[in-house]
């Protein structure tokens, strides 16, 4: 037997008003399920979704990078650029101190990146701040100070954005991880010869863009043949497509100073070996950035399988390290050498790890030290600090 409509209502109204502790059970209910339905939803989106939303809740943004940015934190810094200006956010580059080495000179040349220089917190241009390769600022007056909104970074750390944190230290460059982001959104990585608005998509990887993060991950992973996981490979692939050869053969062969040949030499005459690992001080440099290019050329003599290579500008010890021995972790190695030097600082990843240490005041003397902090660096690498 049918029943009206208007009985059914006439039934739930008279329910309703017996059993009014059950109507307010449904209620919080069907709260929770839609509350709890939306929640999810917008959890389980893909990263790069959810960031790009981010961008486009934002009127303007500042990309920041660490001090000294190299192609991997530059390149990063133009895909975060590019995704906000397709969500129509405005958005400029900040760094830290000075871009000294020949590649990232190149680099930015040749690319044509706009990065601006901060000297102090008051010089960021919103509060609306996204630090990327690095995830605590760093390297400017007042940067303590500083509530990044985003943090993406494959360094291992403890940073945080307060909207959106994305660390992921298995990755080999932060490169592949903006690269992933343009994948979640289905973007289409834009041919050298083809026009941008030609391309039939919601999102795009300008070739520019994908040619900066095509080289960012190649420089992080030693072209692709150290520290690289399955992440690395699907972003190159990806990005291939718009990669410019052209713009990359002259990003990947600058010209190198003659100071840069001389503090190779250096390291490599200098070098004390201690069976397959090698420390070397290349002494006084006006060109900090040579130092890691002189420890990329000692971990590649004959039977060496980790280096240390330390040398001083203005004050400080510098120190870079390489790896290509699973026994040695050089970030933990280079931070557990230094744990105990006032106002050091040290880490990385198990193929590639630096540090620096004030020299300038009385708890730290160099050299007179040096032979500690030599020992110290060798145990480290035999694991015994």
Avoid at 177 to 193: G, R, S
Avoid at 375 to 381: I, S, V
Wanted: net charge negative; aromatic share 4%; proline share 5%.
């Amino acid at each position: 037997m049918s029943v009206a409509p208007a009985e059914v209502v006439e039934r739930a109204v008279t329910v309703a008003r017996s059993h009014p502790e059950l109507v307010a059970t449904l209620l919080v209910v069907t709260v929770v399920l839609v509350g709890g339905g939306f929640l999810l939803h917008r959890l389980t989106r893909p990263s790069g979704v959810r960031f790009a939303s981010l961008l486009a809740d934002r009127e303007e943004v500042v990309v920041l990078t660490h001090p000294n940015p190299d192609p991997d934190a530059m390149a990063a810094a133009m895909g975060v650029v590019s995704l906000a200006e397709q969500v129509d956010t405005a958005a400029t580059i900040r760094f830290p101190g000075q871009i000294r080495h020949q590649e990232n000179r190149t680099f930015r040349n040749v690319l044509d990146v706009t990065l601006k220089r901060i000297e102090r917190a008051a010089d960021l241009d919103t509060s609306a701040v996204i630090l990327v390769d690095h995830s605590h600022p760093r390297g400017f007056i007042g940067s303590e100070e500083v509530r990044p909104l985003a943090v993406v970074d494959h360094h291992p750390s403890d940073g945080r954005g307060e909207a959106f944190t994305d660390v992921r230290s298995e990755y080999g460059a932060c490169a592949s991880v903006i690269a992933e982001y343009f994948q979640d959104l289905n973007a289409t990585p834009v041919a050298p010869d083809d026009r941008e608005s030609e391309i039939d998509a919601s999102y795009v990887v300008p070739s520019e863009v994908a040619t900066g993060l095509f080289f960012g991950v190649l420089t992080d992973t030693n072209r692709l043949t150290s520290g690289t996981v399955s992440a690395d490979l699907d972003a190159s692939a990806y990005l291939s497509p718009g990669v410019d050869e052209s713009l990359l053969d002259r990003i990947a062969n600058p010209q190198v100073s003659a100071e840069v040949l001389e503090v190779k030499a250096t390291a490599i005459e200098e070098r004390e070996v201690s069976g397959a690992f090698a420390i070397s001080d290349v002494g006084t440099v006006s060109n900090v950035d040579a130092i890691p290019q002189a420890v990329d050329e000692l971990i590649r003599l004959e039977g060496i399988t980790a280096a240390i290579v330390c040398g001083i500008r203005n004050g400080t010890l510098y120190l870079s390290g390489r790896s290509r021995d699973d026994r040695v972790h050089m970030g933990r190695a280079i931070k557990a050498a230094l744990d105990d030097v006032p106002d050091a600082s040290g880490g990385g990843h198990a193929r590639m790890g630096g540090g620096q240490v004030p020299i300038d005041d009385g708890d730290f003397v160099w050299p007179a030290r040096r032979a500690t902090l030599t020992d110290r660096l060798r145990r480290a690498l035999e694991g015994d600090v």
